[in-house]
């Protein structure tokens, strides 16, 4: 199949924008942040996963079993990395004792520092997240049940994908991880339930949205191609939500538990922002083009891993910096987007390696 290269750069951009987010400097988030209303580019990355996840995976809907065999192979790579990043990230507190203080507290890794044996086996069971450590999660969940929605999908069932995931949303807004606490006091008694606020029951309806969209652009031929007037009227609700962000913060207060458990308000303004972008991917194919965010978006999985390491030891001594001065945030956040080429270029390398011993070993067999 022939690669859209606006979507890898849509994910390098995504990919940018989040490990910027994370330096929390006081210039560069001032745009970076929430741009577009509430929402995220967090929410951005899932959706655009979960978008690109059916465009790959359901051309291969006439060959069930393969197609399983990938997606659930896929799975277990994102499985890897997830956890890799965290066992390497508190590996390294040895070398780095001095930043003990600082995880404990903003990275909510206390855990580690009391038991880190059934800190790892909790996080191999996805019920440790420490800062940053929550992103993948939300990505891996629902990618593991997408061979069931592509199949409900390509025989026709959308309801059925639909149903089932708001079905799963709304029972996410009662059925907590609290119900977990006690047994998982039982079973780990030196540490305690550390779990994102970021539901991946509820932020599923993210990624699945991004499915069905897929589904009616690829295999409905919808271009979402509207009149004038409705077209007017979506790009006001995106102004709206930016004015009322950003002007009159005083309206979002209701609204700031939706962030962990995909509110229907953060959808909405989700799906305004992903109706804004398309245009603008239309309009300024080339932004979306260039190089350096295509490069890292077609090796996103690594990246983002080896940003979650870095950021533990590139944030306690920046902050400092990154609130002080403007031009000290610029600077850090591009020498840190420029640190992703490290984990990109190592992935592509590999890649190579990889495909030139499977070609060889293919005619070695010949």
């Known amino acids: 199949m022939s690669r859209d290269l ?31 209303g509430f929402v995220s580019a967090a929410e951005g990355f899932v959706f655009l996963s979960g978008f690109v996840a059916y465009l790959v995976y359901g051309r291969l809907a006439s060959d069930n079993k393969t197609m399983q065999r990938k997606i659930w192979r896929r799975c277990w790579v994102i499985y ?14 040895a070398l780095f004792p001095l930043y003990i203080p600082q995880w404990s507290d903003f990275f909510n890794a206390a855990n580690w520092f009391s038991n880190p044996i059934q800190s790892v086996l909790s996080a191999a069971l996805l019920l440790e997240h420490p800062g940053f450590h929550d992103i993948l999660i939300l990505y891996l969940v629902p990618m593991a049940f997408l061979p069931f ?50 539901d991946p029951f509820a932020w599923q309806i993210y990624f699945y949205l991004g499915v069905m969209l897929s589904y009616l652009k690829f295999d409905k031929g919808y271009t979402f191609t509207f009149t004038p007037v409705v077209r007017i009227l979506l790009l006001s609700g995106v102004g709206c939500f930016f004015v009322i962000k950003h002007g009159y913060p005083e309206l979002m207060q209701p609204y700031f538990a939706g962030h962990g458990s995909a509110s229907v308000l953060y959808q909405l303004n989700l799906l305004l922002s992903a109706y804004l972008i398309m245009l603008l991917m239309r309009r300024f194919s080339w932004f979306f083009t260039l190089r350096y965010p295509v490069f890292i978006g077609q090796h996103a999985l690594p990246v983002f891993a080896f940003h979650c390491v870095v950021i533990y030891f590139l944030l306690p001594w920046s902050h400092a910096y990154t609130t002080a001065q403007w031009y000290w945030d610029v600077l850090i956040c591009i020498g840190f987007v420029g640190l992703l080429a490290i984990p990109a270029k190592l992935d592509a390398r590999w890649r190579a390696h990889f495909s030139t011993n499977t070609a060889t070993m293919r005619t070695s067999k010949a």
Not at 83 to 90: D, G, T
Not at 153 to 175: C, I
């Open 80 to 93: 890897g990395f997830h956890l890799s990043a965290i066992v390497v990230c508190f590996s390294l507190v």
């Open 149 to 198: 929605a592509i199949q409900a999908l390509k025989r026709g069932k959308a309801w059925y994908v639909v149903a089932t995931s708001l079905s799963v949303w709304l029972l996410a807004q009662f059925v907590t991880a609290e119900f977990l606490a006690a047994p998982f006091s039982r079973v780990f008694s030196d540490i305690t339930l550390n779990v994102s606020h970021f």
């Open 6 to 36: 606006t979507y890898d750069g849509l994910r390098g951009w995504l990919l940018i924008i989040i490990a910027c987010n994370h330096l929390f400097g006081s210039f560069v988030t001032q745009f970076t942040r929430t741009p577009l």
